[in-house]
Nanobody
Framework: QVQLVESGGGLVQPGGSLRLSCAASGFPFTNYAMKWSRQAPGKERELVAVVTPIQTTNYAPSVEGRFTISRDNAKNTVYLQMNNLNSGDTAVYYC?????????WGQGTQVTVSS
């Protein structure tokens, strides 16, 4: 079965950086697009970034130029480098994959941006 395990969240000051990681298993990782989404309290989940099997990427306008999604197919891992963080980036971040007709998500990792 699909397993997605996020890590790397935490508390960071405005303007700081964090790097999230997501270890994936249970499906042929190299063949599937991977994505990160986030959900802040009281808000709908927002798709943040997507990376395809051939490393093309797409970003939400709210993070374009600040976040970078990447993948290491040898390690079955996807990353989200987040720079110049602000309070609006505070949320639980989830790693996901659309596999066998279903959206699969990890348990999430909390990112809090505060001074």
């Amino acid at each position: 079965q699909v397993q997605l395990v996020e890590s790397g969240g935490g508390l960071v000051q405005p303007g700081g950086s964090l790097r999230l990681s997501c270890a994936a298993s249970g499906f042929p990782f190299t063949n599937y697009a991977m994505k990160w989404s986030r959900q802040a309290p009281g808000k709908e989940r927002e798709l943040v970034a997507v990376v395809t099997p051939i490393q093309t990427t797409n970003y939400a306008p709210s993070v374009e130029g600040r976040f970078t999604i990447s993948r290491d197919n040898a390690k079955n891992t996807v990353y989200l480098q987040m720079n110049n963080l602000n309070s609006g980036d505070t949320a639980v971040y989830y790693c996901g994959v659309w596999y066998w007709g279903a959206d699969n998500w990890g348990q999430g990792t909390q990112v809090t941006v505060s001074s």
